[in-house]
T-cell receptor, first 112, second 113 residues
Framework: KNEVEQSPQNLTAQEGEFITINCSYS?????LHWLQQHPGGGIVSLFM???GKKKHGRLIATINIQEKHSSLHITASHPRDSAVYIC??????????????FGKGTKLSVKP | DAGVTQSPTHLIKTRGQQVTLRCSPK?????VSWYQQALGQGPQFIFQ???????QRGNFPDRFSGHQFPNYSSELNVNALLLGDSALYLC????????????FGSGTRLTVV
């Protein structure tokens, strides 16, 4: 079982829809990243979270440390939001920080 | 302020050859991590360099080696290339002690034929 699981793997939405992508992890963490990867490969960091909720424009990320779960929400989705969204965690091994562990990503396609 | 720069962007090599990929970190960053991303998969950690030394290493064979220079830039070398080494290689930089805030490059797409 992967230490970081994302759902769904693929998501198709109509422009304007509210989108939720989920991430569950099985290790203790010091931080969680939500990343966006467009075709061609470059990765952009959207959020880094260690607790609570962050908002940037139409994007909202939440994390529940006790439940080891995070969600990424996109409000009023647009075709330019089409990309792969990746959840990645920094594991905390008894106070020693490990390196990023990535989920497999959620491929989002927003249709006009 | 330039972000993380990787070169080349695309590369085609033959099985058995050797390849060197390059990464310049974001200005002000001193730590460089390398990741391999196979098609349809999430990135996998290869290794991390800090103060010109390999600080941590993932589950990759010794064919994968690296180097960090005094200006913090880094190289990833892969010897005896296999078809399975075909992937996107991502470099990320950070500043030690900042708790995981990494900036990613656009990657180098390596195809082994």
């Amino acid at each position: 079982k992967n230490e970081v699981e994302q759902s769904p793997q693929n998501l198709t939405a109509q422009e304007g829809e509210f989108i939720t992508i989920n991430c569950s992890y099985s290790v203790g963490i010091s931080a969680l990243h939500w990343l966006q990867q467009h075709p061609g490969g470059g990765i952009v960091s959207l959020f880094m979270l260690s607790s609570g909720k962050k908002k940037h424009g139409r994007l909202i990320a939440t994390i529940n440390i006790q439940e080891k779960h995070s969600s990424l929400h996109i409000t009023a989705s647009h075709p330019r939001d089409s990309a792969v969204y990746i959840c990645a965690v920094f594991p905390n091994y008894g106070g020693s920080q490990g390196n990023l562990i990535f989920g497999k990503g959620t491929k989002l396609s927003v249709k006009p | 302020d330039a972000g993380v720069t990787q070169s080349p962007t695309h590369l085609i090599k033959t099985r058995g050859q050797q390849v060197t990929l390059r990464c310049s970190p974001k200005s002000g960053h001193d730590t460089v991590s390398w990741y391999q991303q196979a098609l349809g998969q999430g990135p996998q950690f290869i290794f991390q360099y800090y103060e010109e030394e390999e600080r941590q290493r993932g589950n990759f064979p010794d064919r994968f080696s690296g180097h960090q220079f005094p200006n913090y830039s880094s190289e990833l070398n892969v010897n005896a290339l296999l078809l399975g080494d075909s992937a996107l290689y991502l470099c990320a930089s950070s500043l030690v002690g900042t708790g995981g805030s990494e900036t990613f490059g656009s990657g180098t797409r390596l195809t082994v034929v």
